[in-house]
């Protein structure tokens, strides 16, 4: 991983203070390209008339609405009960800085939708926690992979042992293992 750093160089881990909207983009990305997910999510947002998307206004939209903007029937209802997380206070944002990684993800991961990598994706990008190790996502094993000049994907037990010399930085690791696939820069 030194190799790596020195290689790559600096770079700042940006953040997105909107919650909800981080939250909708991850739910949007799920599982599908990079490209596919950026298309998407802009026809998304073009729904809000140059607003942006809150809570009430993606509960207001119609599932069909939601569809014509390439979303399946299945993200789309896991928008709407992600907007009826917020609006019932299920999910309170202003708390969630001050709540511990696991307990962040016990919340979140009550909205359909919304598992553990996608909790893990929003303490990386919204609350900007150093220490989180998404040891199921397939970008960062592949990336471990080549680091490490693995035969196969390294499973969730070896990731975790390598977290162990990271430790409270995974998520500075992590970073720079995805910027070994990528060289743009995520952000949610």
């Known amino acids: 991983m030194a190799r790596v750093i020195r290689e790559l160089g600096t770079f700042r881990l940006g ?9 909708c983009k991850a739910i949007i990305a799920q599982q599908i390209s990079t490209q596919a997910a950026d298309s ?8 809000f008339d140059g607003k942006s998307p809150t809570p009430k206004r993606v509960h207001a939209l119609t599932a069909d609405s939601l569809r014509a903007v390439g979303l399946s ?25 001050y709540l511990g990684n696991e307990e962040v993800i016990r919340q979140l991961t009550a909205i359909h939708g919304i598992g553990r990598w996608t909790a893990e994706m929003f303490l990386i ?3 900007n ?32 042992s390598l977290g162990k010399k990271w430790h409270p930085y995974e998520t500075i690791a992590t970073w720079y ?12």
């Not at 953040?15 to 939250?23: E, Q, W």
């Not at 998407?40 to 729904?47: A, G, K, T």
């Not at 910027?179 to 952000?187: E, F, K, Y």
């Open 15 to 23: 953040s997105n203070k909107n919650y909800f909207v981080v939250l």
């Open 40 to 47: 998407i999510s802009d026809r998304f947002f073009c729904l």
């Open 73 to 97: 029937r299945q993200k789309a209802a896991y928008l709407k009960d992600l907007s009826r997380g917020f609006a019932d206070k299920s999910i309170r944002p202003h708390r969630l800085p």
């Open 125 to 127: 990008f919204s609350l």
């Open 129 to 160: 926690r150093l220490d989180v190790l998404p040891a199921g996502d397939l970008g960062f094993r592949s990336a471990l992979k080549n680091i490490y000049r693995m035969k196969t994907l390294p499973s969730v037990k070896r990731i975790r």
């Open 177 to 188: 293992a995805w910027r070994t696939l990528d060289q743009n820069i995520i952000a949610y």
